[in-house]
T-cell receptor
Framework: DGGITQSPKYLFRKEGQNVTLSCEQNLNHDAMYWYRQDPGQGLRLIYYSQIVNDFQKGDIAEGYSVSREKKESFPLTVTSAQKNPTAFYLC???????????FGPGTRLTVL | KNEVEQSPQNLTAQEGEFITINCSYSVGISALHWLQQHPGGGIVSLFMLSSGKKKHGRLIATINIQEKHSSLHITASHPRDSAVYICAVGVDNNNDMRFGAGTRLTVKP
């Protein structure tokens, strides 16, 4: 089955630690995205990648980093510089940039 | 002011009722998306439209480009329709996406 997966579903980290969230897709999509969702707010774009080895900052990139070494994978690192990292993180992919997007199940990160 | 506004924020209905969720936007768009987010957090794309009307089962989405407004209708609502419905727009000229805050729908049996 084709789809987009994120792991883990729940993640707990101590303040000051970096943490990497996984996102994998087997849809052969060129574009991939990371969003952050906070209660009562719309999704906000952290980073996106339109092609392998290339990515751009979204609206709230500070304190985050990404890599796109393979077409299938777009991991997101939440660094200790992110002031308020506790949130729900969603990964998405699309055939082309900002075509219809397919979303992963999300990772809920809690920083203690 | 947010570029994408949804109303209502919360909506409770009885099973069988006709539901309407509204979305207004203030930017030029290439397309408008309606998404459904289930309680577990997963998001499913329901519609992508740039004009007119689309129908899928009991769901109908309409868009009026001149008025910068879209509606999502659910006919014969069912408790399994309970979810958060999100309106999102692809911003014209820069391929950016903007999301509404969502409408939380609860359908009671």
């Amino acid at each position: 089955d084709g789809g987009i997966t994120q792991s883990p579903k729940y993640l707990f980290r101590k303040e000051g630690q970096n943490v990497t969230l996984s996102c994998e897709q087997n849809l052969n999509h060129d574009a991939m995205y990371w969003y952050r969702q906070d209660p009562g707010q719309g999704l906000r774009l952290i980073y996106y990648s339109q092609i392998v080895n290339d990515f751009q900052k979204g609206d709230i990139a500070e304190g985050y980093s990404v890599s796109r070494e393979k077409k299938e994978s777009f991991p997101l690192t939440v660094t200790s510089a992110q002031k308020n990292p506790t949130a729900f993180y969603l990964c998405a992919s699309s055939k082309w940039a900002y075509n219809e997007q397919f979303f992963g199940p999300g990772t809920r990160l809690t920083v203690l | 002011k947010n570029e994408v506004e949804q109303s209502p924020q919360n909506l409770t209905a009885q099973e069988g009722e006709f539901i309407t969720i509204n979305c207004s936007y203030s930017v030029g768009i290439s397309a408008l998306h309606w998404l459904q987010q289930h309680p577990g957090g997963g998001i499913v794309s329901l519609f992508m439209l740039s004009s007119g009307k689309k129908k899928h089962g009991r769901l109908i989405a309409t868009i009026n480009i001149q008025e910068k407004h879209s509606s999502l209708h659910i006919t014969a609502s069912h408790p399994r329709d309970s979810a958060v419905y999100i309106c999102a727009v692809g911003v014209d000229n820069n391929n950016d996406m903007r999301f509404g805050a969502g409408t939380r729908l609860t359908v009671k049996p």
